[in-house]
């Protein structure tokens, strides 16, 4: 997932698309472990996507407390 998709993403689409990307990193480590994967770099690709998408909540969280504080 491009950083460009995730951006146009809802704050709530974002929770759902981690949990999602997460289980389904889980079962790629699992499927590796029992069986060599036919493309491990599969694995990095799932890390770096909830690496993007873990920024990009920590971003918005960020930017709505330097908002709430400015108003204050």
């Given at each position: 997932?491009?950083?460009?998709?995730?951006?146009?993403?809802?704050?709530?689409?974002?929770?759902?698309?981690?949990?999602?990307?997460?289980?389904?990193?889980?079962?790629?480590?699992?499927?590796?472990?029992?069986?060599?994967i036919e493309?491990?770099?599969?694995?990095?690709?799932?890390?770096?996507?909830?690496?993007?998408?873990?920024?990009?909540?920590?971003?918005?969280?960020?930017?709505?407390?330097?908002e709430?504080?400015?108003?204050?």
């Open positions: 997932m491009k950083y460009s998709e995730i951006v146009e993403l809802t704050t709530e689409d974002l929770a759902v698309k981690l949990t999602e990307e997460k289980a389904a990193l889980n079962k790629l480590k699992f499927a590796h472990a029992v069986s060599a493309n491990p770099n599969v694995l990095r690709a799932a890390r770096k996507t909830i690496a993007r998408i873990s920024t990009e909540i920590a971003k918005r969280k960020n930017e709505a407390k330097n709430t504080a400015a108003e204050a």
